[in-house]
């Protein structure tokens, strides 16, 4: 296994040197041979990238003993892999701008013109993007607020439904106490006109 990854290590290294030489060409080439060019750089980044994908299945096959020395160097061969990509992608955009150059008949101050003109809606961008987040800041914090009052109101809700139950109860206890009151009271007239009428015979009753 680790004599194929080491054969894959070879072929990558030999690509890579390919494709830096050709980046290093695009810029100085004109129209359809930069074209050509630019599409061979495709290709071959594209190979490398399979490349890549075998040696490092390769790696996942190596004894786990071993594997720390080749993930390292799978790592720098990403790195390596990202800068041309990047370097790449460089050279495409110097590229695309010479073909508009050629194709509009601008010079070079037009292209300044045009990346200040990009750096300036960057710029607004970004501003529009802070003050979108300030807002939606803002829209928390006033929904935070929003759910602390709808919980407060809540809990004045249930204090309030307490309350009616409370009195509920108080005038179902007083009324209880009324009625017990007016019997009571209507038994101690009973009496009082008992007592009276006993007393009122009492008196009519002849002496001896």
């Known amino acids: 296994m680790a004599s194929d990854f080491e054969g894959f290590e070879q072929d990558f290294a030999v690509l890579t040197a390919e494709i830096t030489g050709r980046i290093g060409k695009v810029p100085k080439l004109l129209g359809d041979e930069k074209k050509q060019m630019v599409a061979n750089v495709e290709k071959q980044l594209e190979e490398a990238r399979e490349l890549l994908e075998q040696m490092e299945l390769e790696v996942r096959e190596i004894p786990a003993q071993s594997r720390g020395m080749y993930s390292s160097r799978m790592r720098s061969y990403k790195q390596e892999m990202g800068k041309l990509e990047a370097d790449f992608k460089r050279s495409r955009i110097a590229y695309s701008d010479e073909v508009r150059n050629e194709l509009l008949g601008d010079d070079g101050n037009s292209s300044e013109n045009q990346r200040a003109h990009l750096l300036d809606n960057t710029e607004r961008l970004e501003r529009s993007s802070r003050r979108l987040e300030a807002g939606y800041q803002i829209a928390v914090e006033t929904e935070q607020i929003g759910q602390e009052m709808l919980e407060n109101l809540s809990q004045d809700r249930e204090k309030i439904q307490r309350s009616r139950e409370r009195l509920r109860e108080t005038d179902a206890n007083l009324g209880k106490s009324s009625?017990?009151?007016?019997?009571?009271?209507?038994?101690?007239q009973g009496f009082v006109i008992i007592l009276t009428s006993c007393r009122i015979e009492f008196h009519s009753w002849p002496s001896w």
């Open 179 to 188: 009625r017990i009151l007016t019997g009571m009271l209507r038994r101690w």
